[in-house]
């Protein structure tokens, strides 16, 4: 599943198998082909739902593999794209037209973190690392490097992430440790965290 498919294959693999979802996801989340967005796009508006509680009270994620015992699963969709976004290296020179992989990573963290906007500090949504996604935003963002964002990632990021979980006061909370490295600050640090979508 390395090669460009189109929206129409999509239904085919999905059809056949609904696992197929997730690994129609995973090869497009990193942005490497030149359609990543529009299929990302795709299975978001079709086959993806927003998480929400059910019935019984549980939080539900959709393709959603938490930490295995002795195995790590794939990081959520929204952590990853997270990473992939905001763990650049760039300067005042850096040419985007250059890099059109790189700016399509930005173009899928958008789309996934609109969403799953509901659970991006979320205290049973986390990675492999028990990290939520703010969590994850938080030790790779750089003040210095954002600036040299494209205006409409940094419009929204400011918006949505920025302002909302007041991340910028919440940074000097990383801490270093020789066992663990950074280390997040905690859920409580920033403005807005939820259990089970429950805002606190």
Not at 4 to 18: P, S
Not at 26 to 46: A, R, W
Not at 137 to 157: M, R, S
Request: a negative charge.
């Amino acid at each position: 599943m390395n090669t460009e498919i189109r929206t129409i294959q999509v239904d085919k693999l999905v059809q056949e198998d609904g696992k197929n979802i997730r690994k129609i996801l995973y090869n497009h989340i990193f942005g490497n082909q030149e359609n990543s967005v529009q299929i990302i796009s795709y299975l978001l508006d079709n086959y993806i739902n927003t998480p929400y509680i059910d019935e019984n009270n549980d939080l539900v994620l959709q393709g959603y593999m938490p930490r295995q015992i002795y195995s790590l699963a794939e990081h959520p969709y929204l952590h990853e794209s997270a990473y992939q976004a905001f763990a650049f290296h760039i300067g005042q020179d850096f040419d985007w037209s250059k890099y059109p992989i790189f700016e399509r990573r930005l173009q899928i963290f958008l789309l996934i973190c609109k969403k799953f906007s509901n659970v991006l500090n979320e205290a049973h949504y986390i990675n492999g690392y028990y990290r939520t996604a703010i969590q994850e935003i938080a030790l790779n963002f750089n003040q210095e490097k954002f600036k040299f964002y494209p205006d409409y990632f940094k419009d929204y990021v400011q918006e949505h992430i920025i302002d909302k979980y007041d991340l910028i006061n919440a940074l000097p909370l990383i801490k270093k440790s020789f066992d663990f490295g950074r280390q997040a600050p905690p859920l409580s640090a920033f403005k807005v965290h939820t259990k089970k979508l429950v805002e606190y």
